[in-house]
């Protein structure tokens, strides 16, 4: 009911990407995500629509409010009361009443979304209260708790006066932190990173893709997740001019989460997957090119994966494909887990490498600098921390296993022998530091 489309390049428009409603602009969604183009980044943007769309879909066949659907601009307190409904029978939370405002438990069947989820409407309605289409109090915020509990805090020295700021020194120092202001406080929210050290799983999700058919597309994007540990978005939204300006032909270079755009940090993946790339480039994509060009015609700024209408591939577009797959052959697999993977992965080639504690620590370093950029400057900063030689020697060693391992599974797999997907890696492998690490990649 509820899908996107970006704008095509050759149309003037102030919206960089339309939502639809049964085929028809959608524009409070539409305003939501263009009001978010630079106050937060592109792929956090796209992530905060992502979480709306099935809410939009649920507010309109599942809601209920004394007998009647409730739309996204009543009231707030029918707002909060589908919202709580939501996250109850959707999101399977337990929620516990508390004053003016509600805590959340998440449970094991939770999904790793929720607190994703009550930012992304929170934004929503503040940027609905901002661009003056929602007439009440954002619904997602607790004003009146924040007001009861900090009301001493609010004023000052000067009587009836507000409180100066912190650096001027005027004021006693707040003794404890101001809780969260929002209306719906997740209380056991504790992330955990998952360790997937099973060395197959990447070619059980290529088997799963073949099985439904995938195209070039799909599998050259599911390979590159698992070669580069890359999020899914930094692989699709790449342009022909990502792969072009990197001296190796086995790098791309892409935005990261946080630079706003920016190309900051490198990919890299193997040999194999650049064959296929330029396979595709040359064969399907250029079948669905409304021009019909070959991978040298092409513009640096032309995107490297397009849709069957000849536009830039999107995030929701791929997802469909990619959930298919899973949901066919049973796998319960997001595709974020293929980052986690690649991290346990060059863990592993790390220790099995590195023949004392300094080389351990050195390696792990250059993974945590591949892994972790939150710096958005130029790639000159990057480039000073991070010795890209250093990476590749490793990386290579990691391909070439890879490579044997997916000939290895192919055989396995032709002679009927089943495996079994790992879900864990043993705790005792990795110290604080390692999970310290993982825990960097969300």
Known sequence: MYWYEYCPKHIESKYKLLVFKENQPFLPLTDYYNDCLGRIDKSSA?????????????????????????????????????????????????????????????????????????????????????????????????????????????????????????????????????????????????????????????????????????????????????ETGARASEIIELTIGDYRNRKSHQEVITFNKGSYGKKVKFLRFSKDTVKRLFHYIDTERKFFDKDHLCSHELSDGAPIFLSSNGTPFTYHAWYYHWNRAMHANKLSLNPHKARHWFVTSRLREIYNISINESEIEQRKNELIKYMKWRNPDTMNVYEHYFDETKHREAHDQMLKQMKQNENDYNKLRKSSKKLQVSQTLKDEIFDENLRDLIEGLE
């Open 46 to 226: 796209t992530s905060y629509l992502n979480c709306l769309l099935p809410f939009f879909k649920w507010l309109e066949e599942e809601s209920n409010f004394q007998g009647e659907r409730v739309q996204w601009n009543d009231a707030e307190e029918k707002i909060r009361v589908v919202v709580e409904d939501y996250l109850m029978h959707e999101m399977n939370c337990k929620i516990r009443d508390r004053e003016s405002f509600r805590f959340i438990n998440l449970t094991n069947k939770s999904p790793n979304t929720v607190s994703r989820f009550l930012s992304a409407l929170k934004s929503f309605y503040k940027a609905m209260i901002r661009l003056n289409q929602y007439t009440y109090n954002n619904p997602l915020i607790d004003g009146q708790a924040i007001s009861n509990r900090y009301k001493e805090e609010i004023n000052g020295v000067r009587v009836d006066k507000p409180r100066m700021p912190s650096v001027a020194g005027t004021e006693d120092p707040l003794m404890h932190r101001r809780l969260t202001d929002s209306y719906f406080k997740i209380i056991n929210e504790e992330w955990q990173p998952q360790i997937i050290d099973d060395i197959n799983l990447p070619y059980q999700v290529y088997q799963a893709g073949n099985k439904v058919n995938w195209s070039q597309r799909e599998m050259i994007i599911a390979r590159m997740l698992f």
